[in-house]
């Protein structure tokens, strides 16, 4: 089956800074990649995520790319502010999955004002 | 606006119990999902339902049960409660084929004792 891993598990960004959150994935076959957001006692919220056939999708100041080749996928947040500290988790689906996601582990971002 | 509201926010419960967790989507979604979260293991996928009566096993499905009897509503069933399953229970809906954005509820916090 998919196996997602995020890394790194932990990032602290100062406030207005930049920070990317990779994620890999082991089925080739795995074919759209969502990103949620899960705020502290709230529950996960898709923020952003891209299809196989797209490298890239911007929204804001939040943006995925996807390197179908490497198997890899990322998040990018730019001018970060402290609303941004969360938890973050990608996930992947392939075509022959019934609509499962198969989500990473979560990075914790922290953003220091 | 999509709604996914599960029974409880918080139970408690002794070894041994039999334990329900319901949850109810209004958006006429086909999938319906259990995950449970814990700290530093992401969101694991216990069962999913792509239709009324069907289920299908997710990644750690030892220990529970479920059932989906209405387009609606799905239901996740402890037989007998045990320590190791102290732990946040998050439900999850989803259209197929339009989007596979899945949408959580608020979460149940279950404290087995």
């Known amino acids: 089956g998919e196996n997602v891993e995020q890394h790194p598990s932990t990032l602290s960004v100062q406030e207005g800074d930049s920070a990317v959150i990779k994620c890999t994935y082991s089925d080739s076959a795995s074919n759209y990649f969502p990103w949620y957001k899960q705020e502290l006692g709230k529950r996960p919220q898709l923020i952003i995520d891209i299809r196989s056939n797209v490298g890239e999708k911007k929204d804001q100041r939040i943006a995925v790319t996807l390197n179908k080749t490497a198997k890899h996928f990322s998040l990018h947040i730019t001018e970060t502010q402290p609303e941004d500290s969360a938890v973050y988790f990608c996930?992947?689906?392939?075509?022959?999955?019934?609509?499962?996601?198969?989500f990473g582990k979560g990075i914790t971002l922290s953003v220091r004002p | 606006d999509v709604k996914v509201t599960q029974s409880s926010r918080y139970l408690v419960k002794r070894t041994g119990e039999k334990v329900f967790l319901e949850c109810v989507q209004d958006m006429d979604h086909e999938n319906m999902f259990w995950y449970r979260q814990d700290p530093g293991l992401g969101l694991r996928l216990i069962y999913f339902s792509y239709d009324v009566k069907m289920k299908e096993k997710g990644d750690i499905p030892e220990g529970y049960s479920v059932s989906r009897e209405k387009k609606e509503r799905f239901s996740l069933i402890l037989e007998s409660a045990s320590t190791n399953q102290t732990s946040m229970y998050l439900c999850a809906s989803s259209w197929t084929g339009i989007s596979y954005e899945q949408y959580f509820g608020p979460g149940t916090r279950l404290t087995v004792t």
């Open positions: 996930a992947a689906r392939n075509t022959g999955a019934n609509s499962k996601l198969t």
